[in-house]
T-cell receptor
């Protein structure tokens, strides 16, 4: 069974708008990572946030983590058409395995 | 570095045939992971290696699946005999150090279709 569940499953926005994706997970974690997958390609790491961190930024990306609610969010500001992809959260529970969520498919309309 | 290299990118075969997928990890990475992605089950870890040694193969679905890593620069995932339900995209990923505080670098994947 998968550890993470992303919400929404699909999101369509206009270029320039912000996109927010949420991830909920079930058990305690060491860290949480976000990956992007373009159609027909492999996953690319975006950002890692540790369990003792609450917020992290990387360029136009902002990730928050609420361990009390077992949830994380990924915010992409000023979206571009090139941001169109599927986004996955992945949790590290200490078992040397990353448990990937179901993914959010983001479409940015030019 | 060219990244994680997988071959073939696409494979179409008939049920019962043997399938071999190949992976070249990033030079210097000591961990190698094989994942499978399907619409129904998402991304699942099949097996991972540390310094060429298989550490956890609990995700390998059946005895029909086997994986080897004869040296630090090459790994194979073999399915024999293949079945239609094996149709999926198979990803290889590598990392320096385990998952703990490290990230995975994925290959482009091998899309397998078993007819």
């Amino acid at each position: 069974s998968q550890q993470g569940e992303e919400d929404p499953q699909a999101l369509s926005i206009q270029e320039g708008e912000n996109a927010t994706m949420n991830c909920s997970y079930k058990t305690s974690i060491n860290n949480l990572q976000w990956y992007r997958q373009n159609s027909g390609r492999g996953l690319v790491h975006l950002i890692l946030i540790r369990s003792n961190e609450r917020e992290k930024h990387s360029g136009r990306l902002r990730v928050t983590l609420d361990t009390s609610k077992k949830s994380s969010s990924l915010l992409i500001t000023a979206s571009r058409a090139a941001d169109t992809a599927s986004y996955f959260c992945a949790t590290d529970t200490g078992a040397n395995n990353l448990f990937f969520g179901t993914g959010t498919r983001l479409t940015v309309i030019p | 570095d060219a990244g994680v290299i997988q071959s073939p990118r696409h494979e179409v075969t008939e049920m019962g045939q043997e399938v071999t997928l190949r992976c070249k990890p990033i030079s210097g990475h000591d961990y190698l992971f094989w994942y499978r992605q399907t619409m129904m089950r998402g991304l699942e870890l099949l097996i991972y290696f540390n310094n060429n040694v298989p550490i956890d193969d609990s995700g390998m679905p059946e005895d029909r699946f086997s994986a080897k890593m004869p040296n630090a620069s090459f790994s194979t995932l073999k399915i024999q005999p293949s079945e239609p339900r094996d149709s999926a995209v198979y990803f290889c990923a590598s990392s320096l150090g385990g998952i703990g505080a490290n990230v995975l670098t994925f290959g482009a994947g091998s899309r397998l279709t078993v007819l």
